[in-house]
């Protein structure tokens, strides 16, 4: 989303909102006045990234919803930067999540007609800066000699791949690239092939008895991975605006006296980017399998189940994104079923 950076998906944890002062705002341009930025300016914010995407053109739209979602991390710190008409030109928003370590991601946007006037870098140089001190904030908060008060703390961003600028930028300010995260699709106009697995495992349809079970999967699996956290049920919970139930599935072992989830895959239907796109796919939101049956094909399996689902309700292909700790890595499951790797993006980290 080059120049809008720090983009995702994934919503955060849900909470109270606490709307903090943003602190010193010496370091960000004078050509705009900046005040801070709220739930109350949630449409004017989508409309300042509606007209970036407008000309960034990248093959999605993101909605008023999902910039909602931009406000649900229990703490965050924002600015917005307008013109002398009251016009919205900039933004940037810090937000803390406390996940065993702490991160503090990034999200910012400077408007199309106001860019190369380095408004971008001072606001970066001051999300920065704020993070830090949200941090601060964070540790001190928490009880003395606990896991809170001395947990690593990262603040955390993400570009396009060919965003070189960006990159720069963030590394004059110390930050170093850490993971790497592929956009991938296959056409659903080829053959979906057939999956063998383990006479115990079925891929059965998503269902609100398992629901809880997926959580813990989802848990289980990335424990331990740079940026995971735990997820309550309130967490798994939010943001399911686009999630589509008919289009995912878990997997389940009937090995034993009780039925246990193995694996599960939750799809989500991206109307909004249809049109940048100029076709209709369906989208592999979470993916996850326990350790213990991995290389029995429940990925593959649940895959081209959703797979199947999607050709049968007119998608045209069928897209997914990973996430990887190097620039080539963890691409082969899906190249395997007939993906082919698209855009890239990179996450970028201080440690602090």
């Known amino acids: 989303m080059a120049p809008v950076y720090g983009s995702s998906r994934r919503p955060g944890p849900s909470g109270p909102w606490s709307i903090l002062r943003p602190g010193p705002r010496s370091a960000l341009s004078p050509q705009l006045l900046w005040a801070p930025l709220s739930p109350l300016d949630n449409t004017e914010l989508a409309a300042l990234i509606a007209r970036a995407e407008a000309v960034d053109d990248p093959p999605y739209r993101t909605t008023e919803q999902e910039t909602a979602e931009y406000f649900v991390d229990p703490t965050y710190s924002g600015v917005a930067g307008r013109d002398g008409e009251g016009v919205m030109r900039a933004f940037g928003l810090v937000r803390i999540r406390p996940a065993g370590e702490v991160y503090a991601s990034m999200s910012g946007v400077v408007d199309p007609q106001w860019r190369h006037r380095g408004i971008g870098g001072a606001l970066l140089h001051w999300q920065t800066e704020r993070a830090r001190h949200l941090i601060g904030a964070e540790r001190a908060g928490a009880a003395p000699g606990s896991v809170a008060a001395t947990a690593p703390a990262h603040v955390v961003t993400t570009v396009l791949e060919e965003d070189e600028r960006m990159q720069e930028h963030l590394r004059d ?50 424990a331990g991975g740079f940026g995971s956290f735990t997820m309550s049920r309130e967490d798994w919970n939010a943001g399911r605006t686009y999630f589509v139930p008919q289009w995912s599935f878990i997997a389940v072992d009937r090995s034993g006296d009780r039925a246990r989830v193995a694996g599960y895959l939750r799809s989500a239907r991206y109307e909004q980017d249809w049109e940048a796109l100029g076709w209709r796919e369906g989208y592999t939101d979470m993916l996850g399998v326990l350790a213990d049956y991995g290389g029995r094909g429940v990925a593959p399996a649940l895959l081209t189940a959703a797979m199947r689902a999607y050709q049968r309700d007119g998608m045209e292909f069928a897209a997914a994104g990973v996430d990887s700790d190097s620039p080539t890595g963890a691409v082969d499951l899906y190249r395997e079923l007939g993906y082919a790797p698209t855009q890239g993006s990179i996450l970028y980290a201080l440690d602090v």
């Open 173 to 222: 300010l110390g930050f170093s690239a850490r993971r790497w995260y592929r956009e991938v699709r296959r056409s659903l106009a080829d053959a979906v092939p057939e999956v063998d697995i383990d006479g115990f495992l079925t891929i059965e349809p998503w269902s609100q008895d398992y629901d809880d079970a997926a959580r813990r999967v989802h848990n289980q699996s990335l």
